[in-house]
C-alpha cells in the first residue's frame, strides 16, 4: 500500500519540468505554460479581433493612431496652457505618461471582460483558458505600438528623445507584460464571478487618471506630491516615462514596480489556481 502511494506521488510530483506542486497548483502552471505555447492560436486571435473591431473602415487600425493623436493634441493645447512647465517639455511628458496609463488601464479594465468576452470560446473548445488572457496581452500590445507612433514623434521633434530607453526597453516590456497577465487574470476571474465589479473598476480608473501625474506635474513637496508617490501607477508610467524624455533611471520608481509585480503574480497565480475551474460555471 505504501508503495503504491509512494508510485502516485513520485508520478505527481513533476509534469512538464514543473516541481512539486499540489494538484490545484500544477495544474494551473500547466494551464498557463500550455496557454503560452499556443501563442500562434492567440495571436492570430487578437489581430483577428482588431480587424474585427475596424472592418468595413478606411483607415482601419490607423485609426488607433489618429485617434490617440488626436486626445493628446486637444489636451496639449488645454492643459499646456495651464501648466507653469513649458510646452516643449510638457508636451512629451504628457504624451508618454497618458501612453503608459493607456497601457496599464487597458490591462484593468479590459481584464475585466477577459473570460466574459470569450465565454463562447470557453464553453466550446478545449484550450488553456490563459489562452485569452495571453489573447489580451497581444491585443493591448498591439494597440500600444499604433499609440506610440505619435508619442514618439512629439518627444523626437521636441527634442526629449533618449535613445538609452532603447538599451532596457525590452526588460519594461517584458514587466509590462508580466503584469498585464497577472492584473487581467485576478480581474478576469473575479469580474465573472461578481459583475458588478467591473463597473467599479471603471470608474476607480477615472479617478487614479486624475491622481497620476499625467496632466499635471508633481511638485518635490506638499500634498500632491504624497498623493504621486504613493500612487503605483505613477511608478509605472515613470519607469518608462523618465528615461525616454530626461535620460534618467527612476531606481524608487523601478524598485516600486518590481515589488508590486512579484507580490501580484503570487497573488493572481494563487487566484488563477483556485478558481480556474469554476470559470466555466461563472459565465
Same mark, same amino acid.
Given at each position: 500500500? =505504501?508503495?503504491?502511494?509512494? %508510485?502516485?506521488?513520485?508520478?505527481?510530483?513533476?509534469?512538464?519540468?514543473?516541481?512539486?506542486?499540489? &494538484?490545484? /497548483?500544477?495544474?494551473?502552471?500547466?494551464?498557463?505554460?500550455?496557454?503560452?505555447?499556443?501563442?500562434?492560436?492567440? %495571436?492570430?486571435?487578437?489581430?483577428?479581433?482588431?480587424?474585427?473591431? /475596424?472592418?468595413? &473602415?478606411?483607415?482601419?487600425?490607423?485609426?488607433?493612431?489618429?485617434? #490617440?493623436?488626436?486626445?493628446?493634441?486637444?489636451?496639449?493645447?488645454? #492643459?499646456?496652457?495651464?501648466?507653469?512647465?513649458? *510646452? =516643449?517639455?510638457?508636451?512629451?511628458?504628457?504624451?508618454?505618461?497618458?501612453?503608459?496609463?493607456?497601457?496599464?488601464?487597458?490591462?484593468? $479594465?479590459?481584464?475585466?471582460?477577459?473570460?466574459?468576452?470569450?465565454?463562447?470560446? $470557453?464553453?466550446?473548445?478545449?484550450?488553456?483558458?490563459?489562452?485569452?488572457?495571453?489573447?489580451?496581452?497581444?491585443?493591448?500590445? *498591439?494597440? #500600444?505600438?499604433?499609440?506610440?507612433?505619435?508619442?514618439?514623434?512629439? !518627444? *523626437?521633434?521636441?527634442?526629449?528623445?533618449?535613445?538609452?530607453?532603447?538599451?532596457?526597453?525590452?526588460?519594461?516590456?517584458?514587466?509590462?507584460?508580466?503584469?498585464?497577465?497577472?492584473? &487581467?487574470?485576478?480581474?478576469?476571474?473575479? !469580474?465573472?464571478?461578481?459583475?458588478?465589479?467591473? /463597473?467599479?473598476?471603471?470608474? $476607480?480608473?477615472?479617478?487614479?487618471?486624475?491622481?497620476?501625474?499625467?496632466?499635471?506635474?508633481?511638485?518635490?513637496?506638499?500634498?500632491?506630491?504624497?498623493?504621486?508617490?504613493?500612487?503605483?501607477?505613477?511608478?509605472?508610467?515613470?519607469?518608462?516615462?523618465?528615461?525616454?524624455? =530626461?535620460?534618467? *533611471?527612476?531606481?524608487?520608481?523601478?524598485?516600486?514596480?518590481?515589488? !508590486?509585480?512579484?507580490?501580484?503574480?503570487?497573488? =493572481?497565480?494563487?487566484?488563477?489556481?483556485?478558481?480556474?475551474?469554476?470559470?466555466?460555471?461563472?459565465?
Amino acid at each position: 500500500m =505504501s508503495q503504491a502511494n509512494h %508510485t502516485r506521488h513520485a508520478s505527481s510530483s513533476s509534469v512538464g519540468g514543473i516541481a512539486v506542486l499540489p &494538484s490545484v /497548483y500544477k495544474t494551473a502552471a500547466v494551464d498557463l505554460i500550455e496557454g503560452a505555447r499556443s501563442w500562434r492560436i492567440w %495571436t492570430v486571435m487578437a489581430w483577428h479581433g482588431l480587424r474585427q473591431r /475596424y472592418r468595413r &473602415s478606411w483607415l482601419g487600425l490607423a485609426w488607433i493612431t489618429l485617434s #490617440f493623436a488626436l486626445l493628446i493634441g486637444v489636451k496639449m493645447f488645454i #492643459f499646456g496652457a495651464l501648466s507653469t512647465k513649458d *510646452i =516643449s517639455f510638457f508636451a512629451p511628458y504628457l504624451a508618454t505618461g497618458y501612453l503608459v496609463f493607456r497601457l496599464v488601464s487597458n490591462f484593468i $479594465i479590459q481584464g475585466a471582460f477577459v473570460f466574459i468576452a470569450a465565454q463562447s470560446w $470557453i464553453k466550446a473548445e478545449p484550450l488553456p483558458l490563459s489562452v485569452h488572457l495571453y489573447k489580451l496581452l497581444a491585443s493591448t500590445f *498591439i494597440q #500600444f505600438a499604433y499609440m506610440a507612433i505619435p508619442a514618439l514623434i512629439v !518627444c *523626437i521633434y521636441t527634442n526629449h528623445f533618449h535613445a538609452m530607453v532603447l538599451l532596457y526597453l525590452p526588460l519594461i516590456l517584458l514587466v509590462y507584460a508580466i503584469n498585464g497577465v497577472w492584473v &487581467s487574470a485576478i480581474m478576469g476571474v473575479l !469580474c465573472a464571478r461578481h459583475r458588478d465589479i467591473r /463597473y467599479f473598476v471603471a470608474n $476607480i480608473m477615472m479617478v487614479l487618471y486624475f491622481m497620476t501625474p499625467i496632466l499635471w506635474v508633481p511638485p518635490a513637496t506638499g500634498m500632491r506630491a504624497v498623493v504621486a508617490n504613493m500612487n503605483p501607477l505613477t511608478h509605472y508610467v515613470e519607469v518608462l516615462r523618465t528615461p525616454l524624455i =530626461s535620460g534618467t *533611471i527612476p531606481w524608487n520608481s523601478m524598485a516600486v514596480v518590481g515589488v !508590486c509585480t512579484l507580490f501580484g503574480l503570487v497573488t =493572481s497565480f494563487l487566484v488563477f489556481a483556485r478558481t480556474r475551474k469554476n470559470v466555466i460555471f461563472w459565465l
